[in-house]
């Protein structure tokens, strides 16, 4: 396919159609690069701030870019008010040699002021029954590939976390959300 866009099937039709286009004509008010990163930082930790206001402060970690950043980003607000560390859920691989993303995982809990929970695919396997019940109760069809997330919901949820954020959509922009997307590369949204 050509960049941006997307390649749809339905009922034996085939459509190709272009889903993004840079607007060459849009202006900004940032004279530097230097001065867009700064404002999007102030604006990525307000969001991560507003969102870590809970009694137990937690988030997802898949390794990807967007969770990666909010785990950095509410780890460092946590610090610099003197809270308590920021709980980190993460599936893990059994053979972290084989899954680049637990390496990814053990980075950025390397850097310090976390509390890590991580949850190894023996552990994961063990919840098969209790997802399964999770999957029933949904009110509306739930995304079968998110089914790894839900059951690192369901294991923070037993470790008395109500609400958590997380990476997923953080690739979606406004009116995309008919549009296909990658679940890898996800925004603050709290989850859970």
Known sequence: LPPAHMLIIQTGNLTISRYWQ?????????KTDEELIEAFQELFREAVHCRLDGAAPASMLSGGMDSSAIVGMGR????DEGGQPLQVFAAISNSPDV?????YISSVLDQGNL???LISETELSRSLDELAK??????EPFDCLMNLNRSVYLHARRRGVNAILDGI?????????DQPHDDRSPASQPHG
């Open 99 to 103: 899954n680049r993303e637990t390496s």
């Open 115 to 117: 509390v890590p929970h």
């Open 134 to 139: 999770a999957i029933e109760c949904e009110s």
């Open 169 to 177: 959509d953080g690739d979606v922009l406004p009116g995309d959300a």
């Open 76 to 79: 460092k607000v946590l610090a």
């Open 22 to 30: 840079l607007d060459p004509t849009v202006s900004s008010d940032f």
